[in-house]
């Protein structure tokens, strides 16, 4: 299954919620969730009756479109997770915010989690001091993210550093505004991951 290249405005209303997958544009009037409350399509605002396999479904395919993965790597990540000691649920959310694409977004340097994968994708970005293009890779904790040296001069790095005072960075990740490096304190707890998933709808999904 390909990665899906269409307009991230039809997923978030879809699933009738934001899912933050256009960075500030979803915070603006111009947000389609904010215009129009019903799903895309002829026959979106058609009431359906929603059986208990389309809602872990939903939730399943939700927090895909949220961290941009595909199928494959899902199942990837939750049997990682299953083989991790602890719960299972939260064991694959801490996974999807440990990839670098999401550390990239979490640190302010991108507006979007797609935006930070690009970011990554072109090699503009450097896990201690190494530069690595691969969104998926699993940061671990004390490793620095940070841009590379000739990414700098980029329109990109001047947009990021201009806008990064504005940005809210998680507790277990710290940001040096100065030079934009940032380092990963530790790994997320629950608490600390904001994202609107039921974790548990996931997990009842894969365990069907």
């Avoid at 201009?162 to 790994?187: C, R, T």
């Avoid at 608490?191 to 998933?197: F, G, K, V, Y």
Wanted: hydrophobic residues 35%.
């Amino acid at each position: 299954m390909a990665r899906y290249t269409g307009p991230a405005c039809r997923v978030c209303r879809r699933h009738g919620e934001k899912l933050m997958l256009k960075g500030a544009r979803c915070f603006t009037p111009k947000c389609s969730v904010m215009q129009k409350h019903t799903p895309p399509g002829q026959h979106g605002s058609a009431r359906r009756k929603v059986s208990e396999y389309s809602l872990l479904l939903r939730e399943k395919q939700k927090a895909r479109h949220i961290y941009g993965v595909l199928e494959r790597q899902f199942r990837k990540h939750y049997a990682e997770a299953e083989r991790r000691p602890g719960q299972s649920g939260e064991n694959l959310l801490q996974i999807l915010e440990m990839r670098l694409d999401n550390v990239v977004y979490r640190l302010g340097f991108a507006e979007s989690r797609r935006q930070a994968r690009q970011l990554v994708q072109h090699g503009h970005i450097t896990v201690n001091g190494r530069v690595t293009n691969i969104p998926s890779c699993q940061v671990k904790e004390m490793d620095v993210i940070t841009w590379k040296e000739g990414s700098t001069k980029t329109v990109l790095y001047k947009v990021a550093a201009q806008e990064i005072e504005s940005k809210l960075i998680p507790s277990w990740l710290s940001l040096n505004q100065d030079n934009l490096s940032g380092q990963v304190i530790s790994a997320p707890s629950r608490s600390d991951i904001e994202t609107a998933i039921d974790e548990r709808l996931i997990v009842a999904f894969y365990s069907r």
